[in-house]
């Protein structure tokens, strides 16, 4: 089993910034892709970034230029840094972590998830 756990969000501005992490634990060893997706109150979850194990990044198009997803060196915590944030960006964010390398894009693709964190911007 692969726990993750988030940390980060909050209540900010529009225009400003946060930072999330996500903690993985476990039996992470053939962990192969950790992803960022989002859920808006009253919508379905969204994917917003992933980053393989070899360092491959994907991005969905509303947050290119705006959110840089990273890793530390031990590639257990896995970082979301968002800039010019703006009131669509409100949601819970969830970690998700899965050994497949395909669709990843896709939520049915990741087995485990974190319990998610609050990102609320206001205008």
């Known amino acids: 089993q692969v726990q993750l756990v988030e940390s980060g969000g909050g209540l900010v501005q529009a225009e400003g910034s946060l930072r999330l992490s996500c903690t993985a634990s476990?039996?992470?060893?053939?962990?192969?892709?950790m992803a960022w997706f989002r859920q808006a109150t009253g919508k379905e979850r969204e994917f917003v970034a992933h980053?393989?194990?070899?360092?491959?990044?994907g991005y969905t198009d509303s947050v290119k230029g705006r959110f840089t997803i990273s890793r530390d060196n031990a590639g257990n915590t896995m970082y979301l840094q968002m800039n010019t944030l703006m009131p669509e960006d409100t949601a819970v964010y969830y970690c998700?972590?899965?050994?497949?390398?395909?669709?990843?894009?896709?939520?049915?693709?990741?087995?485990?998830w974190g319990q998610g964190t609050q990102v609320t911007v206001s205008s």
């Open positions: 998700a972590a899965t050994f497949r390398g395909t669709q990843l894009q896709r939520t049915d693709a990741y087995p485990y």
């Open positions: 476990g039996r992470t060893l053939n962990i192969v892709n």
């Open positions: 980053m393989t194990f070899r360092g491959v990044i």
